[in-house]
Antibody
Framework: EVQVVQSGAEVKNPGESLKISCQSFGYSFTNYWIGWVRQMPGKGLEWMGLFYPGNSDTRYSPSFQGQVTISADKSISTAYLQWSSLKASDTAMYYC????????????WGQGTLVTVSS | QSALTQPASVSGSPGQSITISCTGTSSDVGGYNYVSWYQQHPDKAPKVIIYDVNNRPSGVSNRFSGSKSGNTASLTISGLQAEDEADYYCNSFTGHIYVFGTGTKVTVV
């Protein structure tokens, strides 16, 4: 059974760094794309970027280029989304999702990680 | 990369059919047959209900159907049920990454 499990909720101060995770179970991690999606409070879904563990191909949406870093550790089937300096406007729910390479159907979603940035 | 345009809200009575539009450009919706639709209930993760314009994943009701004409894709929900009340988002490949629609709140009145 495929499962995607995200790390727990975080409360941070502005300017702090943060790395949240997305661990996959039940499929070949290197054959699936990982995507990160932001949903600000009461707002819609936004693609932040994609990562393909098979060859480390990384793609960012223009709005998020330079603002976050996406990476992965293949040895533990885990993808990461990282900020070096959080802002209050980063407060949001963050989802990871996966799709098999060659597919465009994002089948499996994590439960979401709520990030709150407040002083 | 601008979000695809959807109506903010659509409503219907139980048993009726409703259609949600999703308008993009020739660089996204019009350029690829890779439009998908996601249903999101409050405080839940999105769930794919249509992919590659008009395909339904296993287990998704056949009351959901998709289509595309030019730069506009559409999701039709027939035989509307109370459980269909949710937010719906279209999604298109752009050649490099993906872009979501602005989202549509479906209300069953």
């Amino acid at each position: 059974e495929v499962q995607v499990v995200q790390s727990g909720a975080e409360v941070k101060n502005p300017g702090e760094s943060l790395k949240i995770s997305c661990q996959s179970f039940g499929y070949s991690f290197t054959n699936y794309w990982i995507g990160w999606v932001r949903q600000m409070p009461g707002k819609g879904l936004e693609w932040m970027g994609l990562f393909y563990p098979g060859n480390s191909d990384t793609r960012y949406s223009p709005s998020f280029q330079g603002q976050v870093t996406i990476s992965a550790d293949k040895s533990i089937s885990t993808a990461y989304l990282q900020w070096s300096s959080l802002k209050a406007s980063d407060t949001a729910m963050y989802y990871c999702a996966t799709t098999r390479d060659g597919n465009t159907r994002w089948d499996y979603w994590g439960q979401g990680t709520l990030v709150t940035v407040s002083s | 990369q601008s979000a695809l345009t959807q109506p903010a809200s659509v409503s219907g009575s139980p048993g009726q059919s409703i259609t949600i539009s999703c308008t993009g450009t020739s660089s996204d919706v019009g350029g690829y047959n890779y439009v998908s639709w996601y249903q999101q209930h409050p405080d839940k993760a999105p769930k794919v209900i249509i992919y590659d314009v008009n395909n339904r994943p296993s287990g998704v009701s056949n009351r959901f159907s998709g289509s595309k004409s030019g730069n506009t894709a559409s999701l039709t929900i027939s035989g509307l049920q109370a459980e269909d009340e949710a937010d719906y988002y279209c999604n298109s490949f752009t050649g490099h990454i993906y872009v979501f629609g602005t989202g549509t709140k479906v209300t069953v009145v």
